[in-house]
C-alpha cells in the first residue's frame, strides 16, 4: 500500500519516542522507504540503532556527525526526498518551535526545507497539552495545511489520566495510508472476520473438529484490509499465517471462545463476515483425564453450540451488515436461502462441495452469492484470493447502496 512512498518519520523527545519504532516497522512492511530525523530530546528514550535496524536506512540527528571532518548531512536534500513528513511524536518544544520557525537543531531545519505534506502526532501531558500556548500553536500548523492527528485520552506517562497520549501506531499507520489513498472504499471501517475451524474438546487429548483450514476467512481479512477496513479476524486453529498491519488476529480454540470474542467486537463492527467452520455439537461433558481404551465402544453425548451468526443477525442494528457462509451437500440453493432468513443476514456465499476444487483446503474455490431480496450471482471457479477480492468488490457494492 505504500510502494514507493518516501516517508521522512521524525522523532522528538517524549516518552512515545518508542512507538515510532513500531511506526517505522508498520511503514517498511507496507513497503514504504523510510528515513528517520531523531531530535536530541528524542536520543534520551531510543537509539538511533533501532530506527536505522528497523528502516534499513542511516538515522539522522545532527548536521555533522564529525564536526573536524567538515562533512555534514544536507537537510535540504532530505526534506526534498520524501513525499510525506510525519513529526510522531511531537513534543510540546518542537511544536512551538514549529509555530515560531525556529531551526536551531537538524530536525527542524529539515522541516522548514521539505515541501511536502507534513503530519503531526502531538505527545505530551495533558495540562501540557490544553495550555492555550500549545493550542494556539496547533491553530498555527493547522494554518498550515499540516494534518495533525489528535491525540487520545488516557493513563500518561506522569500518572495523570487526560488528552496527551500519542495516538496509536496503527492510527498514524492508517492516517497515513489514508493520505496516500483517499479513495479506499472500507476506510476506517471496523470489520469483524471470522476463519478456520473450531476445537471442541473431548477429553485433554482429544477433540470434535471439522476439515476447515482457514484459507478462505484469512484470504477475506487479506482482501478488506487491502481496501483499507480494520479487520478483526477471530480465527480457530488454522495453519495460515497473515501479516497486515490493519489486520488483529484473536485466536480462539472452541466455538464457544469464538462466540465470546466476536460478541465482544460485535457492537463495534460496521461490517461481519461469518466464515469459520463453526462446530455444531461439542460433547456435552468435558472430562479431565484421557479416556481410556475399556470397551468395545464409547458413547460421546453431544449438545449444540451457540450459532453466532444468529446471535449476531439478532444484535445487529441499522447500519451494520452481516455476511454468512453456507457449505450444502443437498438442496443447497433452498438450504442457503433459509439460512439467510433464519441468520438475519444480508448476504450469503454458498460455496458447494459438489464442485471439484471447491470447498476445504483447496487453493480455489466457487460460490454463488444470495441476497433477502432473492438476487442471486453465480461465479466459476477460482483462486480463494480472486473469490475473496469478488466477495469483497459485492460487500464495497452493498454498503455503498
Ligand atoms: O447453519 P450453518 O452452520 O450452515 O451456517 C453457516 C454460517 O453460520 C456461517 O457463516 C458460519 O460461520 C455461521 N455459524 C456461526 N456459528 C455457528 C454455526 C455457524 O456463526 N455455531
Not at 523510510?34 to 528502516?55: C, E, Q, R, Y
Not at 529539515?110 to 505530551?124: F, K, L
Not at 455439537?281 to 453450540?305: A, G, M, Y
Not at 452481516?322 to 433459509?338: D, K, Y
Amino acid at each position: 500500500m505504500l510502494i514507493r512512498k518516501k516517508i521522512l518519520l521524525c522523532v522528538t523527545g517524549s516518552i512515545a519516542a518508542y512507538k515510532a519504532a513500531y511506526i517505522t516497522r508498520l511503514l517498511v512492511q507496507a513497503g514504504a522507504e523510510v528515513k528517520v530525523v531523531v531530535s536530541k530530546g528524542a536520543l534520551n528514550f531510543i537509539t538511533p540503532l533501532t530506527f536505522s535496524t528497523l528502516s534499513k536506512n542511516p538515522v539522522f540527528s545532527d548536521f555533522t556527525e564529525d564536526p573536524d571532518s567538515g562533512k555534514w548531512t544536507n537537510h535540504v536534500e532530505l526534506g526534498l526526498w520524501a513525499d510525506l513528513m510525519v513529526m510522531a511524536p511531537l513534543s510540546a518544544n518542537t511544536l512551538s518551535k514549529m509555530a515560531q520557525g525556529q531551526s536551531d537543531n537538524f530536525l527542524l531545519a529539515t522541516y522548514m526545507s521539505v515541501r511536502c505534506p507534513v503530519m503531526v502526532a502531538p505527545a505530551m501531558d495533558h495540562d501540557m497539552y490544553s495550555h492555550p500556548a500549545t493550542q494556539e500553536n496547533l491553530l498555527k500548523l493547522k494554518s498550515y495545511n499540516h494534518i495533525v492527528l489528535e491525540p487520545a485520552s488516557g493513563q500518561l506517562a506522569s500518572g495523570l489520566v487526560g488528552k496527551g497520549r500519542m495516538s496509536e501506531p496503527e492510527d498514524i499507520f492508517e492516517a497515513i495510508i489514508a493520505h496516500f489513498h483517499p479513495e479506499l472504499p472500507l476506510q476506517g471501517k471496523e470489520v469483524l472476520v471470522t476463519a478456520g475451524p473450531t476445537y471442541e474438546r473431548i477429553d485433554p487429548v482429544r477433540f470434535i473438529s471439522n476439515f476447515s483450514t482457514g484459507k478462505m476467512g484469512y484470504a477475506i481479512a487479506h482482501a478488506l484490509a487491502s481496501k483499507g477496513a480494520r479487520v478483526h479476524l477471530v480465527s480457530g486453529p488454522t495453519h495460515e499465517t497473515l501479516f497486515h498491519p490493519l489486520v488483529k488476529i484473536y485466536n480462539v480454540e472452541s466455538a464457544q471462545e469464538m462466540y465470546d470474542s466476536c460478541i465482544a467486537l460485535f457492537e463495534a463492527m460496521q461490517i461481519s463476515v461469518l466464515c469459520a467452520a463453526v462446530a455444531d455439537f461439542r460433547p456435552k461433558k468435558q472430562v479431565t483425564e484421557k479416556i481410556k481404551k475399556k470397551d468395545n465402544s464409547l458413547t460421546i453425548e453431544l449438545e449444540t453450540t451457540q450459532d453466532i451468526a444468529k446471535e449476531l443477525g439478532r444484535r445487529k442494528t441499522s447500519g451494520q451488515y452481516l455476511i454468512g457462509f453456507a457449505l450444502e451437500t443437498e438442496n443447497e440453493t433452498e438450504h442457503t436461502q433459509a439460512k439467510l432468513i433464519s441468520k438475519n443476514l444480508d448476504m450469503i456465499v454458498l460455496n458447494s462441495l459438489r464442485d471439484s476444487g471447491a470447498g476445504f483446503g483447496s487453493d480455489t474455490n466457487k460460490i454463488s452469492v444470495f441476497w433477502p431480496d432473492n438476487k442471486v450471482l453465480h461465479f466459476g471457479l477460482k483462486p480463494k484470493i480472486q473469490v475473496a477480492q469478488d466477495i469483497t468488490e459485492l460487500i464495497i457494492q452493498m454498503i455503498s447502496q
